[in-house]
């Protein structure tokens, strides 16, 4: 009789077991569904802008051997004159204009027993809120060298100093792109799009003109004026 009860015991807590597994199962399974209906989309959003600030260094040089470096000094000191003399032709002012000090470096030469020469430089570097006068002096310096003055020149840098306002702008554009395509997906599902549950911005992607050279890590373009600022932004929203 002991027997069959503590069978009949056994039985009953072996079902109640499974009953109350199958019911946390249940539970658990109702909690990650409920968690899970969320749907996270990526928005982006691009607005076309001038660059408003550019950036411009040259460098002047002179060769000569070691015995005429204060020669080749004073040379290049004469042709960084010049070179300032015709930003300041442009109205370039003073402080926008920077000179860097002087160096002398000796030239490689493959023969140990050969005279040592040297190169003398010095670099020049302006900075404007005019851009496209910048640009066109960057064409235009090539006439120095019909006055024997050697100049370097690297191309103009261009930069949008509002870049940090206009992110915030165009986040907020592209979340409002994000919650546009998460209508779209959800109505496939035959869902729509609740609350938004939590956002964050992207990198900062600032291209040419018509370019999609995107970087994982954000992208700068420096090279030229006309400029698309696009940002990405990341949303996740409560389905219905």
């Known amino acids: 009789m002991n027997t069959i009860t503590d069978s009949t015991k056994a039985a009953t807590i072996l079902a109640a077991g499974i009953v109350l597994s199958a019911l946390i199962g249940a ?65 370039i002012s003073d402080e926008d204009i920077n000179t860097g000090p002087i160096s002398v470096d000796q030239e490689y030469s493959p023969d140990a027993n050969a005279p040592r020469r040297y190169t003398a430089r010095q670099q020049v570097t302006v900075q404007s809120n005019d851009v496209h006068l910048i640009e066109k002096l960057s064409k235009d310096i090539g006439g120095l060298a019909q006055r024997g003055i050697l100049v370097s020149a690297n191309p103009p840098e261009y930069y949008v100093t509002t870049l940090p306002s206009l992110r915030v702008s165009l986040i907020g554009a592209a979340i409002t792109d994000a919650k546009a395509r998460a209508t779209e997906i959800a109505k496939s599902t035959d869902q729509s799009v ?43 929203f409560l389905l219905r």
């Open 27 to 91: 539970y658990a399974f109702y909690s990650v569904r409920a968690l899970d209906n969320t749907l996270s989309v990526t928005g982006s959003a691009k607005q076309a802008v001038e660059a408003d600030a550019a950036k411009w260094t040259v460098s002047v040089s002179r060769s000569g051997y070691e015995d005429g470096i204060p020669d080749l000094q004073a040379r290049v000191a004469h042709d960084v004159a010049a070179v300032v003399a015709f930003y300041k032709a442009a109205h």
């Open 194 to 236: 609740g609350a938004l549950k939590s956002a964050a911005g992207g990198v900062v992607q600032v291209l040419a003109q018509n370019s999609v050279e995107v970087a994982d890590y954000g992208s700068y373009d420096t090279s030229t004026i006309k400029k698309e600022v696009m940002v990405t932004a990341r949303a996740v």
